[in-house]
């Protein structure tokens, strides 16, 4: 184990958050009291039980007297005993739906502020973990933590009460026998103690390879066409084969620790059970204790060793609870590597802006970072349209991801209209920039839906508006359902241009101010290619436009082209003007041409 790991184990983290996970019942704090007050009803009418039991052997068995009176007396207890049974029954149901009421709420809260919290964290977050990985600690570890909510609020809570009853009465009516009957206690207590923190940590690593397992699942289920593409199945079955192996040891571990708890709590009941009776009988026999006081004590202890196989489970889900509460709480303690600035205002920008790119560097967090952009100073004028070129890992789409702030320049500053980026609220900067992709995702839903992701409250003569600009408008009119035609995920049963049409036509609705296209046309037939080229003209217009080009043809009508190479710019100018040059764009397109021909 790591030094950090170790820290981590001895601040015991796990607890710290389990509160603070807890503590989101605070809104439903009076159906939690209505809960632990039910419950303790419950709970005390319980201890009824053993004191009717021990009145009935003493006043009704073992009485002297004749049988109609002792009957009559029998009788006479039945009368309570039903009316507190009818009220058990009703605090029972009240206990388990009231208290539920706190817990869903609570679970469902926090669901949705991790999922709020997470869309605000930085792109280099999302890219360094499995969407799995993600998905499972919003489900899967906050599911593990919700049992929480109720082990420990109610159940534990009453158990714990019910607990200082029984021994006070215990005390109070027979003090010897009250400490024989909780000799074993300490024996429990110590085992807890000793398996507590092999447990948290053995928790913590079964959640850690079941969130690998779930972000690997769902990768390989997304990307089942490449997989069965190149029978990579038997590949991949190893590779869960392996993941499910190491979940199985580590769940094993689990079941290790908790089958020594649960192995304690017997030995705990069963050798005090031994114990008090032994004792006990000679009570009986030598001591005067009336038999009835005697079986009482021996019905208050079972409810009061009987428990510690409750709390033997309740620790160990404590254990498995704690771990998955600092998991929620590693992303909920995460914070945005990329926020407004204090004071930040709307960007105020005109149509079309100008950009500006002063001495621009950055470089992707990592222990060792290189330098991906190296001083990049470029001016944009409003309504250009800027072609970037370059070979593969020259910075282009590197240059266009600081632009919205999918990260933060270490060096220099980006300018619209004047206005520094960093500056302006990142909501205004991102409404003024649309995007559109090389490989555009559809999510799964109607076509009409993918659209009006652009703008959710467009009026409907706009989106219709938007699908015809992308020259989307008549092959959706030709689909069984049109507009409300279900897509799969990421477009699944439609063609590449059929994408990449409804994905312009979002951006036409979203109508923004700066445009920046990735090559949308490199995977496409000839005729997509043209439906999809003659819209994205238009949705240039008025525009100030970035396009990553990957096939030069775009950038013989470009108001500037910049060629990058290793991060810098090497050459910026227009069609003729790089080509008279002779350098980096010049080479570039006799590469591309000679290769076409």
Request: net charge positive; charged share 20%; with cysteine.
């Amino acid at each position: 184990m790591s030094s950090t790991s170790q820290q981590q184990d001895e601040q015991d983290p796990g607890l710290r958050n389990l509160w603070r996970f807890m503590r989101f019942t605070r809104p439903y704090w009076l159906w939690v009291v209505i809960g632990c007050v039910t419950g303790l009803v419950r709970m005390v009418l319980m201890l009824y039980m053993p004191y009717f039991i021990g009145r009935i052997i003493d006043q009704v068995i073992l009485a002297k007297g004749p049988v109609e009176g002792r009957l009559h007396t029998m009788w006479m207890m039945l009368i309570p005993f039903g009316v507190l049974l009818g009220i058990h029954a009703v605090a029972t149901m009240g206990r388990m739906y009231w208290a539920q009421i706190a817990t869903v709420n609570a679970i469902r809260d926090i669901r949705f502020h991790l999922f709020d919290h997470l869309q605000r964290l930085s792109l280099a977050f999302h890219i360094e973990r499995p969407s799995g990985a993600i998905v499972s600690r919003v489900m899967n570890d906050v599911n593990a933590a919700q049992y929480i909510f109720d082990l420990i609020f109610i159940q534990a809570f009453q158990v714990t009460f019910n607990a200082i009853i029984i021994c006070s009465y215990l005390v109070i009516k027979d003090w010897r026998l009250a400490l024989v009957s909780i000799s074993t206690v300490p024996l429990f207590v110590i085992t807890t103690r000793l398996v507590s923190r092999p447990m948290r940590q053995a928790s913590r690593q079964a959640l850690e390879t079941m969130s690998s397992i779930s972000g690997f699942l769902q990768e390989r289920m997304a990307m089942i066409r490449e997989v069965q593409a190149f029978t990579a199945e038997t590949k991949e079955k190893r590779q869960v084969r392996r993941e499910v192996e190491t979940l199985k040891k580590y769940a094993l571990r689990q079941q290790l620790f908790t089958a020594v708890l649960i192995g304690a709590s017997e030995i705990t009941r069963f050798l005090g059970k031994a114990i008090f009776l032994c004792y006990g009988a000679y009570r009986v026999i030598f001591g005067g204790v009336p038999l009835g006081v005697f079986t009482a004590f021996n019905f208050y202890q079972d409810m009061l060793l009987g428990p510690f196989e409750f709390f033997a489970n309740l620790f160990t889900q404590i254990q498995t609870a704690a771990a998955a509460a600092d998991r929620v709480f590693e992303f909920f303690d995460t914070v945005p590597a990329i926020q407004d600035a204090a004071g930040a205002k709307r960007l105020a920008a005109r149509r079309p802006p100008a950009v500006t790119f002063e001495q621009v560097s950055f470089n992707y967090p990592s222990a060792n970072p290189v330098a991906v952009l190296n001083d990049i100073s470029l001016e944009v004028k409003p309504g250009w349209r800027v072609v970037l070129v370059g070979e593969s890992g020259a910075g282009k789409s590197t240059l266009m991801n600081v632009l919205p702030r999918f990260y933060d320049i270490q060096r220099g500053r980006i300018l619209i209209d004047g206005q520094d980026i960093r500056a302006v609220t990142m909501r205004s900067l991102r409404q003024a920039i649309g995007i559109v992709p090389q490989e555009p995702a559809l999510f799964t839903g109607t076509i009409w839906e993918n659209i009006l992701y652009g703008r959710r409250d467009a009026p409907e003569e706009e989106v219709r508006a938007a699908a015809r600009a992308a020259n989307a408008d008549e092959f959706i009119q030709q689909l069984p359902q049109g507009y409300e035609t279900i897509v799969g995920e990421r477009g699944i049963g439609l063609s590449g241009g059929q994408i990449q049409r409804i994905a312009i036509a979002r951006a036409f609705l979203k109508d923004p101010k700066i445009l920046i296209m990735d090559e949308a046309t490199s995977n496409l037939d000839a005729l997509s290619e043209a439906l999809v080229l003659q819209a994205l003209d238009r949705l240039a217009h008025g525009r100030t436009t970035f396009i990553i080009a990957h096939r030069l043809s775009v950038a013989r009508e470009a108001d500037l082209i910049v060629a990058l190479h290793a991060g810098r710019i090497a050459e910026a100018g227009t069609h003729p003007e790089l080509l008279a040059a002779g350098g980096l764009y010049a080479a570039l397109w006799e590469r591309q041409m000679v290769g076409s021909g």
